[in-house]
């Protein structure tokens, strides 16, 4: 199984950026996936993710109405839309199957990760 993060880039504060997640190496379709990010000189952290068996998503509260997180089961591809960008929202983001729990070991198979930077 392989994810391919994409889409990251520079963005203004408030601005808007999606970053993708294909996964691929899988025909099934049955995956949670989660997002992390890793700020420069902090560790990483768990941001958010869908749950394939219900469709619920859950965020970390900094991202909370700010972020969403949804999945194109036909396209195997997973999709981080953030608003409202803020200049502590800079990091690498990750996405990573196959849980919808917040924390990194729950998590077996990793993108190489996508940068955004948020910055005027």
């Known amino acids: 199984v392989q994810l391919q993060a994409s889409g990251g880039g520079l963005v203004q504060p408030e601005g808007s950026l999606r970053v993708s997640c294909k996964v691929s190496?899988?025909?099934?379709?049955?995956?949670?996936i989660g997002w992390f990010r890793q700020a420069p000189g902090k560790e990483r952290e768990w941001i958010g993710c869908?749950?394939?068996?219900?469709?619920?998503?859950e965020y970390e509260d900094s991202v909370k109405g700010r972020f969403t997180i949804s999945k194109d089961d036909v396209d195997h591809t997973a999709f981080l839309q953030m608003n409202r960008l803020r200049t502590e929202d800079t990091a690498i983001y990750y996405c990573?199957?196959?849980?919808?729990?917040?924390?990194?070991?729950?998590?077996?198979?990793w993108g190489q990760g996508t940068l955004v930077t948020v910055s005027s």
């Open positions: 190496g899988t025909t099934s379709d049955k995956y949670s």
């Open positions: 869908v749950d394939h068996g219900n469709g619920r998503t």
């Open positions: 990573a199957i196959d849980s919808c729990l917040p924390a990194a070991l729950f998590y077996n198979y």
